[in-house]
């Protein structure tokens, strides 16, 4: 099946009225011209690889959309799935943390919610629109989940992990203050409420502090063994990155200075942001913004953090800020590919596989449909394929 008449955002360049050819799921032919019977015309439209997103933490919020309120695994994972097809995400890592003490999702995050849905959503895998993968998030000063963890590693069910540590005064909740307003407002309680609740957060990550080192040993250890990508969460100094480093860490998630953003690339770490960051330009916690890192140069992934309807409009602005387009569609694409250690798909290429978006320029950034391995898994009605042998389709 070939696409024509799509501007191509390749790794290097943009190709415009360009054209793509897709067989068995995969990118056949990649031309720098239209051709003449396609199924599917563009009409000068962007052809962009498929996002794929490192850190997502919606599904969370399908499974429970209210504080208490429930909803069946198997119709929040379909249709977590549906919005993600619909955003242009083609690999999912549903973010799912093993932590008691969320301010924002309460007790979603237990031990057995967690390994719940994590079961479910590989269980499911092949009746799903998009390529879903598990990021396990671990908090270090929760040493009870660590054998869950390593045994849902030791099965081939999480496919990153990444390590956490949101005791207040440090990373991404440092200043005590905010982080208490936040919680308070996130949970519906008092300020000084809010501060009590801080305080024991603090005494509890103080009392597994002397476990944190042999914990997350064992943890990269398992990882490495399998093969599995590692990540360090909201890191805050050069001294934290320079340990996550040695543990094995080769991503940095939301770093939260410009000093271990710094640090995280000079040790050849991937560092990564949140699209609605950048988006907005600026962080929601106050911390340091996505979009001044890619101005330095120093952003390589963009992941869909809690708003994955963010990352289409994020890659547009930022294209006009330095580097254009391609540099700016790898941030979605390409990079967290690698870093994930995924060499199948990230670019439109021969060979890879055709995860492909179809999107209008800016400035009304709107994405009209989504192809996973080839299948066209969402369109918003303005994309249609021509029926074998009749003339081709224009959007």
Known sequence: MWLSEFDLVLPDRVVP??????????IAE??????????IRGGGRLLMPGFIDIHGDMVEREVEPR???????????LEHDKKLAATGVTTAYASLSFSPNSPITGKVRTEETTRGII?????????????????????????RAAEVVQ??????????????????????????EKYAAF???????????????????????????????????AMTAIAAEHGIAIASHDDDTADKVA????????????????????????????????APNALRGVSYSGNLSARELYEMGMLDILAADYHPPAILPSILLLADLRGGLPEAAALASLNPARAAGLHDRGAIAPGLRADLVVADHAPRPRLRATFSA????YGDGTLAVAPQGAPALAL
């Open 17 to 26: 009225n360009g054209a793509v050819r897709i067989e068995d799921g995969r």
């Open 30 to 39: 990649v031309r720098e011209g239209p051709v003449a019977e396609a199924a």
């Open 67 to 77: 504080p208490g309120v429930r909803m069946p695994l198997e119709l929040s994972i």
């Open 119 to 143: 079961e479910a959503i590989v269980g499911m895998r092949d009746e799903l629109l998009v390529d879903h993968r598990i990021h396990a998030r671990f908090e270090v000063t929760f040493p």
């Open 151 to 176: 045994d849902l590693m030791r099965r081939g069910a999480v496919d990153l992990v990444s390590l956490m540590d949101h005791t207040p005064g440090q990373g991404q909740y440092r200043d005590i």
């Open 183 to 217: 919680m308070a407002n996130a949970r519906g309680i008092s300020v000084e409420n809010a501060h009590t609740q801080v305080r024991k957060r603090i005494s509890d990550g103080l009392a597994a502090a002397g476990t944190t080192t042999a914990t997350i040993t």
């Open 243 to 274: 340990l996550m480093r040695d543990f094995g860490a080769g991503i940095s998630e939301f770093p939260v200075t410009i000093e271990a953003a710094r640090e995280a690339k000079r040790r050849g770490m991937w560092t990564a942001m949140g």
């Open 374 to 377: 080839g299948r066209m898994v």
